[in-house]
């Protein structure tokens, strides 16, 4: 490429072969991946996290009121996994949903929705009653009015479980971190 070999940055780049921005490359990536073992980080979904998962299969998911909560609790339940052993937290959920008006023509019809889902949960200590975590997760999806109301219905129940699929996993997620730290905290003398 004539303007490849014209540019003084690529001509200098030329000179060097492939093999030897591999080599670069692996010289300042090794030693960074390497370090990431000294400073505590640990994959969530590393041989350790078995038991971060465990406790996540010992989780009894409280019944959640309205469509959306029986679609988020489904979630968290497959998230969850099943275990044999007797439940030892209680998760409670609250959802809000609330739809806004994202595009709305010249003549004030709405052609398409933005569909929030909020949710706020507590992890209770099933023997003691005692809250042990509470945090919030939300997703934000829209969807399109369309002339066929078919088509509109079924959009809005795909975003529906959608954001429901969304909010189920952040809050796994949120909770995999509360079990990493509170594992670490028994761990460390």
């Known amino acids: 490429m004539w303007w490849y070999r014209r540019a003084p940055f690529g001509a200098r780049m030329a000179r060097h072969t492939r093999a030897s921005v591999a080599v670069f490359v692996l010289m300042v990536a090794a030693p960074a991946l390497l370090s990431l073992g000294a400073c505590g980080f640990e994959p969530v979904y590393g041989k350790a996290s078995q038991v971060r998962h465990a406790e996540l299969a010992t989780?009894?998911?409280?019944?959640?009121?309205?469509?959306v909560g029986q679609l988020v609790r489904n979630h968290l339940i497959d998230r969850f996994g099943s275990s044999t052993k007797a439940a030892r937290y209680r998760l409670d959920v609250t959802l809000r949903e609330t739809q806004t008006e994202l595009a709305v023509q010249a003549d004030d019809k709405v052609t398409r929705f933005n569909l929030a889902l909020n949710a706020a949960f507590n992890l209770v200590e099933i023997e003691s009653q005692r809250s042990l975590y509470s945090s919030t997760a939300r997703s934000v999806s829209s969807y399109n009015i369309v002339d066929s109301e078919f088509a509109t219905v079924s959009s809005q129940k795909n975003v529906r479980n959608r954001?429901?699929?969304?909010?189920?996993?952040?809050?796994?997620?949120?909770?995999?971190?509360?079990?990493?730290?509170?594992?670490?905290?028994?761990?460390?003398?």
């Open 59 to 67: 989780i009894e998911v409280s019944p959640i009121r309205e469509r």
């Open 163 to 189: 954001v429901a699929e969304d909010v189920a996993e952040s809050i796994r997620d949120l909770l995999i971190i509360y079990f990493a730290r509170d594992y670490q905290a028994d761990a460390t003398p």
